[in-house]
């Protein structure tokens, strides 16, 4: 008797490794597509819709970087407002120095960036609750240290200079086309990061984490990476909100709202997806032109339905319609393909909530 | 002389930052969850006790004997739904569920109640009245209360954990929640338990709190769960009586700040975490690793 | 008596724990597939096979840690394929279970007494184990960290006796123990069934099962090879069923694939 196991092998000639299903370019074309009539969007509509789509795309920035740290590196920040808040008060420094706000906005990304790697030192040894925590009173203590600043406002806050002379209508332009950039480079910019190395080893490092750094990857390099990335892109989010509000104040700037709204955001849009956050911040732009008056009703109901999909839909709105349609629009797993046919259920999925 | 009052209020408070502090120390030990939402319930059952002295005029410190049960059984209550049910699902889960509890908790205080700030008066000599040492030393008696029933509550933690059937249950399964079903306990019941014990001492801490200063809807969250995790830090995970010295040590350090200058209390009390954190992670007593 | 294909047991009598054609899956791999086996109260069966054969999945499944993908589990004659894992050991099913697993921050009294807890009634308490392994009296205050494999080898079976199983389940008792250890511990078997239990049991040193064992179950990459007692089947059937390598044509060879 022996115990010869049948199988039926393919030579591995017939298999290819794709990185998407249909023809990713056309994706590409429709984004673009995209992008340059948004780009044409402040001469054809009123200023009010302008300044809520800027709105949509600061949450949509730091949607999409607290979805890099959880959903793809396991870093689950509730303190990213830190980040929010010193990017603002790099553009008011900056401002205050002469500098145009809008050129400030980069440094701002960069310098709060920068800003990250002693807050990671700091918190990096923590497991995923106290780290957590950790985050929030990391940006607790920056506010308080900020505040005692009355340079640069103190306590109460100060007016965001460098705009005097500006036309009205030509700053909402600036601010809206800014703020497009900015989304822009932050969903390019974590599209091609996942897309290369670092997305593999975060995978890796998902999946089993001892085998992972066994097999050479640098998995608190990568993690330290992705926490800068998402520092700096939560700085830029917080220099443009300080540019379209005009003005910087301390409680506005650090409130722990921002993380609320970019978590629940992520959540109900559907987590370790980069569409993920383009759905839900569609749904929170939705829910906060319905409630406007209603100030603390929109964040009750985020909550509940961000907790209600955490317990009962962990994919979230956009995991439903790719669970249903198989639809990628930002591809950044692996598919393996059989000649001919349809590709088979060798996904390389990022992490799941 | 100034100082030696900043340090023994500190001491005292710490008291208090102990016993918001063991709870979230006691869930995270047993079950492995940081409840975001601890500080929020601590000012629920402080706003609980304002309303039920509201509508039904009973002595205040009759309040604690409502709300502290109440919310004990809510802790259960909640555990064994929507807290089980995101443990069964990963850590972000149970982030996130207690997160967004902490956020519709305090929104919804913040819609029905405003932002005010509410204090528990009690029109008792206890509260407003204060003892001398010598004749510059100046101690408030409901500090030296709260500073007592922490420490009698710690007591009894401590007894619960070590002699009784529910608390050596709860240190099994903490230890190993599969042998401890191999024994015939069900974890999820001990879990429940533990919840309820995390619940009714931040409830007992923020009645106390609500007598000692004021609420508001965002003080569950910038005071109390910050204070109640940097208590923890600074004095290491695992040990209730190094919670009751990480208390004291920020209540200390934070009366300090005030004496600098009032507005760096909050944040003498942070810094000095932040240097627990760097250079000791551990905390003053440590008891197993925490990373 | 022939090595019985099926876990059939010819003689009739009712068994007292009983698996049907369990499949068990981690993940995608199957762990185990189609396992049938009963075991009559009083014996002591054995299921051996090498690493990664099933034997541990197979005791968990038992016990209630892990679903089956399909087929049952029946105790004293009822269906406990859906019951939870502490609802068997209250009902009598209870495991030591692999690498002892104490409670380390409790001591060893403190770990009888949490096995104590939801305890059977029945003829075991702390104070009968302590009777049985004298020196656990003097030490039941020491954090079981300090004691060495042998000794928490004992008080993770004093632990499940104070609950009063009607099965008890050894896994792997030998794994990081000395030989003369190990041959101390199964010698006390007999003192502990003495009692009117029934045991199940995994073991890798082959040699060890056979000497306890009143019953032989092996396993091979989740499927069963050789079932029968130790008298009935010889060293080279035990050796191919392990290692599955082909065999000479034999009477009463391992059953044919297909069939276990």
Redesign the interface.
């Known amino acids: 008797m022996s115990l010869v196991t049948e199988t039926t092998a393919l030579p591995a000639e017939r298999f290819r490794v794709t990185r998407s299903r249909r023809n990713v370019a056309w994706t590409g074309v429709g984004a673009l597509i995209v992008v340059v009539v948004l780009a044409y969007f402040p001469y054809i509509v009123y200023s009010g819709t302008t300044a809520i789509l800027v709105q949509a795309f600061i949450v949509l920035t730091m949607a999409s970087m607290w979805n890099l740290l959880a959903g793809y590196a396991g870093l689950v920040s509730v303190g990213q407002q830190a980040f929010v808040g010193l990017g603002a008060y790099f553009v008011l420094i900056l401002a205050l120095h002469g500098t145009s706000p809008f050129a400030a906005l980069p440094v701002a990304a960069i310098g709060c960036g920068v800003a990250a790697l002693p807050m990671w030192w700091l918190v990096s040894r923590l497991r995923s609750g106290y780290f957590a925590i950790a985050t929030w009173v990391l940006a607790a203590t920056t506010m308080l240290i900020i505040e005692k600043f009355s340079s640069i406002g103190g306590g109460t806050g100060m007016p965001l200079p460098g705009f005097a002379g500006l036309d009205p209508t030509l700053l909402t332009a600036y601010t809206y086309w800014a703020g497009l950039a900015v989304t822009v480079v932050a969903l390019v910019g974590i599209y091609l990061l996942l897309r290369g190395r670092l997305g593999l080893v975060l995978t890796a490092i998902r999946d089993d984490e001892a085998a992972a750094r066994s097999s050479g990857a640098r998995v608190g390099l990568a993690r330290m990476l992705v926490f800068v990335v998402a520092g700096a892109g939560c700085g830029a989010a917080g220099a443009l909100l300080a540019i379209s509000q005009l003005q910087v104040q301390p409680g506005a700037v650090f409130s722990v709202q921002f993380t609320a709204e970019m978590a629940f955001v992520t959540i109900i849009g559907g987590l370790g997806t980069i569409e993920g956050p383009i759905v839900g911040t569609a749904v929170y732009m939705i829910l906060q032109q319905t409630l406007a008056s209603y100030n603390a009703w929109y964040l009750i109901i985020l909550g509940l339905v961000a907790i209600v999909v955490t317990l009962f839909a962990r994919r979230g709105l956009w995991g439903l319609v790719d669970t249903h349609l198989n639809v990628r629009l930002f591809p950044v797993g692996y598919y393996l393909r059989l000649d001919e046919e349809r590709p088979r259920a060798l996904r390389v999925l990022p992490r799941r909530g | 002389m100034a100082w030696v009052n900043a340090i023994i209020q500190g001491v005292l408070v710490g008291g208090l930052y102990a016993l918001f502090a063991c709870g979230l120390s006691l869930m995270?030990g047993v079950m492995?969850?940081?409840n975001?939402a601890h500080g929020d319930l601590a000012v629920v059952a402080g706003y609980l006790a304002i309303g039920v002295i509201t509508v039904t005029h009973i002595p205040v410190l009759w309040s604690f004997l409502v709300v502290v049960p109440l919310m004990a059984v809510l802790g259960y209550v909640l555990q064994r739904t929507?807290l089980q049910?995101?443990l069964d699902?990963?850590?972000?889960?149970?982030?996130?569920?207690t997160?967004?509890?902490s956020?519709?908790i305090e929104?919804?205080l913040?819609?029905f109640f405003t932002a005010n700030s509410r204090a528990i008066g009690t029109g008792l000599a206890l509260v407003s009245g204060s003892f001398s040492i010598g004749s510059q030393i100046q101690i408030g008696y409901l500090l030296v209360v709260v500073f007592a029933v922490a420490v009698i509550v710690l007591l009894g933690l401590q007894y619960f954990l070590s002699a009784t059937?529910y608390g050596?249950?709860i240190?099994?399964v903490?230890?190993?929640r599969?042998?401890?079903?191999?024994?015939?306990?069900?974890?999820r019941h001990v879990f429940g338990i533990a919840a309820a014990i995390a619940f009714g001492t931040v409830a007992l801490g923020g009645i106390a709190y609500g007598m000692y200063s004021q609420l508001q809807p965002t003080t569950g969250?910038?005071t109390i769960?910050?204070f109640a995790?940097?208590a923890v830090?600074i004095g290491g995970l695992g040990s209730l009586w190094g919670t009751l010295l990480g208390g004291v040590v920020l209540g200390v350090a934070q009366q300090i700040g005030a004496q600098i200058s009032i507005?760096?209390e909050?944040?003498a009390g942070?810094?000095v975490?932040?240097a627990v954190?760097?250079l000791r992670?551990q905390g003053l007593i440590s008891r197993g690793a925490?990373? | 008596m022939s090595p019985e294909p099926n876990g059939e047991r010819p003689d009739g009598a009712a068994p007292l724990l009983e698996v049907r054609d369990l499949v068990v899956h981690h993940g995608q791999l199957r762990a185990l597939d189609g396992i049938s086996l009963r075991v009559l109260p009083g014996e002591v069966y054995a299921i051996i096979g090498a690493n990664g054969a099933g034997k541990s999945t197979l005791l968990r499944t038992i016990v209630g840690l892990h679903s089956p993908t399909a087929g049952s589990v029946f105790f004293d004659g009822k269906d406990v394929t859906r019951v939870r894992p502490e609802r068997r050991a209250t009902r009598g099913i209870v495991m030591v279970p692999e690498g002892r697993r104490l409670f380390e921050s409790l001591s060893v009294e403190e770990n009888l007494k949490v096995g104590a807890t939801y305890s059977r009634p029945g003829p075991w308490t702390i104070e009968r184990v302590y009777e049985m392994f004298g020196w656990m009296r003097e030490r039941r205050r020491q954090p079981t960290a300090q004691l060495s494999g042998g000794e928490q080898q004992t008080v993770a079976i004093g632990r499940a006796l104070v609950a009063n199983p009607r099965v008890l389940l050894l896994d792997e008792l030998s794994l990081g123990l000395a030989p003369v250890v190990v041959q101390r511990i199964y010698g006390m078997l007999p003192q502990i069934m003495a009692t009117g239990l029934t045991v199940l049991l995994v073991e890798q040193d082959v040699s060890q099962a056979l000497r306890v064992a009143s019953h032989i179950h092996c396993l091979l990459e989740g499927r069963t090879t050789l079932v029968g007692t130790p008298a009935s089947i010889s060293a080279d059937q035990v050796e191919a069923a392990y290692f599955g390598l082909a065999s000479a044509a034999a009477p009463g060879a391992a059953p044919e694939e297909g069939e276990a």
């Open positions: 995270f492995k969850v940081v975001l929507i049910g995101a699902r990963s850590v972000l889960a149970t982030l996130m569920v997160f967004g509890l956020v519709v929104n919804g913040l819609q059937k050596r249950l240190r099994a903490a230890d190993d599969e042998a401890a079903q191999l024994a015939g306990a069900d974890y969250t910038d769960l910050l995790f940097a830090v507005s760096d909050t944040l942070f810094i975490f932040l954190l760097a992670p925490q990373s």
